[in-house]
């Protein structure tokens, strides 16, 4: 499985630990947040105007 625009934060976590450093590689504190639940991956990078196709590429790498 990939990691998704679709998937909530929380989930990408969840199932991929890793996928921490990547996020905070970007100043993403997303981990924490109470919107990391229910907000998409794809919502939060666009509220935080990071490209999600960079991101999910990037991300994808490191969870492999």
Do not use: W
Request: net charge negative.
């Amino acid at each position: 499985m990939k990691v998704t625009k679709e998937m909530s934060i929380t989930e990408i976590i969840q199932q991929y630990p890793d996928a921490h450093g990547i996020f905070m590689k970007y100043n993403l504190g997303c981990i924490g947040c109470i919107a990391a639940r229910f907000e998409t991956l794809e919502d939060g990078l666009i509220a935080h105007g990071i490209d999600v196709d960079e991101f999910l590429k990037e991300i994808n790498k490191a969870v492999e």
